[in-house]
């Protein structure tokens, strides 16, 4: 089935530090989502992307979605330690909720202050 | 305030004993899912629903049943049938807007057994 791939698989940073992160695929997708999961919780939407090429922020963290349609990137700037959890991208290749979500295996962030 | 709740937070299950995870959502969302989280894993889709009284096997329905009677629920039972049931169960709905969709998740509920 589809695959997505997370790189790192995990990081540590010193605080302050930028952190940058990518999730790619060997198919095309028309949709990519950015989580952020703490431990025992949900995962939480930092940002969603859905044109080739688009570029969001939010707040300190940035997302983009590749021209290719098979990869995007996650980056945080200024790092602080409550940035550490998983952070998960996930794709859809249509543009219906019969498309399912596709899930990337996640990258652990951890923040040293 | 709205949002996808999950209850218990906690739940353990005897072996041969079937057990029900809730899912409740206030957010008009038609689309509900189910998915299963095993450590230092990504999540894995058990089953989905599109609306009310329809849904489909995901990609690992085995030893798990769902129903869909009314928009705002969507329970799942683990049966006596799956062997490996320890894991965090995530439910999500789906939001469409003019630009895309987003999944958005409740809280989970961490399931083990005795």
């Known amino acids: 089935g589809q695959q997505l791939n997370q790189s790192p698989q995990s990081m540590f940073i010193q605080e302050g530090e930028d952190v940058s992160m990518n999730c790619t695929s060997s198919?095309?997708?028309?949709?990519w989502l950015w989580y952020k999961q703490e431990p025992g919780e949900g995962p939480v939407l930092l940002i969603a992307?859905?044109?080739?090429?688009e570029l969001t922020s939010n707040g300190r963290l940035t997302a983009q979605f590749g021209i290719t349609r098979k990869d995007s990137f996650l980056n945080i700037s200024a790092s602080i330690p409550s940035d550490v959890g998983i952070y998960f991208c996930?794709?859809?290749?249509?543009?219906?909720?019969?498309?399912?979500?596709?899930f990337g295996p996640g990258t652990s962030l951890s923040v040293i202050p | 305030d709205g949002g996808i709740t999950q209850s218990p937070k906690y739940l353990f299950r005897k072996e041969g004993q079937n057990v029900t995870l809730s899912c409740e959502q206030n957010?008009?969302?038609?689309?509900m899912y189910w998915y299963r989280q095993d450590p230092g894993q990504g999540l894995r889709l058990i089953y989905y629903?599109?609306?009310?009284?329809?849904?489909q096997k995901g990609d690992i329905a085995e030893g798990y049943s769902v129903s869909r009677e009314k928009k705002e629920s969507f329970p799942l039972t683990v049966t006596s049938a799956q062997k490996n049931p320890t894991a965090f169960y995530l439910c999500?709905?789906?939001?469409?807007?003019?630009?895309?969709?987003?999944?958005?998740f409740g809280s989970g509920t961490q399931l083990s057994v005795l």
């Open positions: 999500a709905s789906r939001w469409r807007g003019t630009g895309g969709e987003k999944l958005f």
């Open positions: 198919s095309i997708f028309n949709t």
């Open positions: 992307l859905y044109k080739a090429g």
């Open positions: 996930a794709g859809q290749q249509g543009k219906t909720s019969y498309d399912k979500v596709i």
């Open positions: 957010l008009n969302h038609d689309a």
């Open positions: 629903s599109q609306i009310v009284n329809d849904f």
